[in-house]
């Protein structure tokens, strides 16, 4: 049996983070009754919030939800507290990139990541980048685009090349941004 | 009342999955006496990637094309048509009220943005730029009573507290501008419910689950098409039903269109510069 120990920690970090209050949050559940994904992993939004507020780090970790969020805002729309819940999930997925606690087995996390690095290198996010070096990385994944692949591209659905933008003012703004970010984090302030 | 001068953001789904998109867009606008000047040089608007791995860089990013709108174009109105890239904008727009989140960005950007761009999605131009009574006089070819089921999916109006999106769990405009033009909008359930958005790049499989719980509700409420004004949602609800059909041979298919394809066939726009060939799912039929 799990037991649980409050420590406040977790709290106190996403908190930080994001200027959102997890201790608001008093269980009704909206939340987790109207999130697509919930029914898909293990842990459901309020239960998230919960380990939260009990700074249980490892059990959210552990579980697959954060990384199936598909950031639809729905949990924050609806919460009677108005508590941006999206928001602190955002900001688990933060936590956990930083402290080597990404789930093994959520492909989704490194997409982000792939996507992330594909605009800040071209100034553009490349959609045919992302899936070439998904494939790449992950080749079990090439499976998945074997029948719509082909069918978009002979649609002309798909245009396989990019037109940059402006890539050396996006390296300046992701260098400002994450050196203040960075700054801010040793301070102990918002991340 | 028109012949108005808005800036334009494609955003980078325009330029890669959904070209019909852009060009129907540009072709309706140009139909509807509206100029659209791109933002030059536009960088990505950070998606959804940068709000789960930076937050101050994904406020940054639109905040800094809006800066560019007001001080470089010198424009009091920004067209964002793809759902996910308004979302950012109108996210980016209302954190910087906070005074210290707009120190941060001001940082990042290099200058300062005041505040002076109105952000508006899709329906935004039609309903409230154009007005439904401007729309009305330009169409040339309205649809007969072609039943419609409007997919809002997530980003069009949550949260409201960003968007200001009126209803939020039940929104209308989008069903009050393909009314105006000949279709007959449907009542149904899943209007604002997840597509699964960019889990189709990693967990097809719940994303078939989503998008098959939406079609089928959509059919059931006598949908001949669903109308979209995100390229996610689009590329998902189209894409993905050829997927649903491998597994499910007697699933029936229902056509996904971008509203701009809707209004542009309306208002005379060509079936090139519409788009038609690029659906997964056959259109030729409804918006013959």
Known sequence: ?191 | MSAKTLAYYPGCSLHGTSGEFDSSFKASARALDLTLQEIPDWECCGNTAAHSINRLLSVALPVNELAKVEQDMKLDALAVPCAACFSRFKTGAHEIEDEGVAADVSAVVGRAYNGGVAVQNLVDVYHDTVGLEELAAKVTRPFEGLKVACYYGCLLTRPPKVTLAEDPEYPTHMDAVVKTIGCQPLDWNYKTDCCGASLALTEQGIVDDLVGRIITDARACGAEAIAVACPLCQVNLDGRQTEILRKQSDWKSVPVIFLSQLVGRAIGVDDKALGLKKHLVDVTAVMA
């Open chain 1, 1 to 191: 049996m799990t037991t649980c120990t409050p420590s406040g920690v977790l709290a106190t970090k996403v908190g930080a983070g994001c200027a959102e209050n997890p201790y608001k949050c008093y269980q009704c559940k909206k939340c987790s009754t109207g999130c697509p994904v919930a029914r898909y992993a293990g842990m459901h939004p309020a239960q998230i919030m919960r380990a939260v507020q009990l700074g249980q780090y490892d059990m959210i970790f552990e579980d697959k939800f954060i990384w199936l969020c598909t950031g639809c805002e729905t949990c924050t729309t609806r919460c009677p507290q108005g508590i941006d819940i999206a928001a602190i999930i955002d900001e688990l997925k933060i936590i956990a990139r930083r402290d080597g606690k990404v789930h093994p087995d959520a492909p989704s996390a490194a997409m982000l990541k792939l996507n992330y690095d594909s605009f800040v290198r071209w100034g553009r996010m490349w959609e045919v980048e992302l899936i070439t070096r998904d494939v790449l990385k992950r080749p079990a994944s090439a499976k998945a685009w074997l029948s719509l692949g082909p069918k978009m591209l002979l649609k002309g659905k798909v245009n396989p090349t990019l037109k940059k933008g402006d890539a050396a003012a996006m390296k300046r703004m992701v260098q400002n941004a994450e050196s203040i970010t960075n700054a801010r984090q040793q301070k102990g302030g918002p991340a």
